[in-house]
């Protein structure tokens, strides 16, 4: 029970493969209360997931984490005191993946850096009012800071931009408690990662490679890590990305 009288938002989930939910699912089992987020056309899919948690009866509150109205309400709609929160949220428009990073117009690189880099900033100031005892910021991240990958293109920037983020977050969080840090996952094969061209060669040279292996259909092991680092077991962590990738990393 790591997680026993904590109260962690929960952002990210659209169904049962989401990794979000995996980490929903961890964190309710470990004994914390979660609550979730969701938007627009999304809510009914992240409403029905919730159903399938071990402990379906959870608040569900709107969040866009790209509107400020939206994020200046969370602490409102939210309630009460947090002790984490779970940063699951990216999107790129199909001109900036598979292939289009010299052809992809501004204007949807914009888009996907505001969305995959800028939100951590944006659910990190909106929940700083809720964590007065200090908390735990973690953000799902896919590593960018070494490499540059096959048809990933800008979403590969925006997360290189996202590790950044976390870093600045974590100098000027850590005064007040707040630890943020990111857990860098192999290839999982949710609905985002079917959306862009080409997924498959992460999934292949993954489980060639990684040392450990890789199941690109269990998301365990990173809900795992994200609930280890929602917990206490790390009070002096901050700024850090742990990798959750089968050791890949560490020999590609």
Not at 10 to 31: K, M
Not at 161 to 185: C, K, M, Q, W
Request: charged content about 20%; proline content about 5%; overall charge negative.
């Amino acid at each position: 029970m790591l997680l026993e009288g904590k109260r962690l938002l929960i952002t990210g989930i659209l169904n049962d493969a989401s990794i979000a939910y995996s980490v929903a699912q961890r964190a309710q089992e470990a004994g914390a209360e979660i609550v979730l987020t969701s938007f627009g056309r999304a809510m009914s899919l992240t409403q029905r997931a919730a159903r399938r948690l071990p402990h379906p009866d959870v608040q569900i509150v709107e969040l866009d984490a790209t509107n400020a109205a939206d994020v200046l309400a969370l602490a409102d709609r939210v309630g009460g005191q947090l002790d984490g929160a779970l940063h699951a949220i990216g999107y790129a428009p199909e001109s900036c993946l598979g292939g289009g990073f010299l052809t992809a117009p501004w204007e949807d690189v914009s888009v996907a850096m505001h969305i995959s880099a800028f939100s951590l900033k944006s659910l990190a100031i909106a929940c700083r009012p809720l964590m007065t005892n200090g908390g735990s910021i973690v953000g799902l991240d896919f590593d960018n800071s070494r490499v540059a990958w096959p048809v990933y293109d800008w979403m590969g920037v925006a997360k290189a931009a996202f590790e950044s983020t976390s870093r600045y977050l974590a100098r000027d969080l850590g005064p007040s408690g707040i630890r943020v840090n990111l857990v860098a996952a192999g290839p999982i094969r949710t609905i985002a990662a079917k959306s862009i061209p080409g997924f498959e060669q992460f999934e292949d040279s993954w489980a060639e490679r990684a040392p450990l292996g890789w199941d690109v259909r269990d998301a365990d092991p990173v809900a795992r890590a994200c609930v280890a680092l929602f917990s206490d077991l790390f009070p002096a962590t901050t700024g850090e990305v742990i990798h959750v990738d089968g050791g890949y990393h560490a020999v590609n």
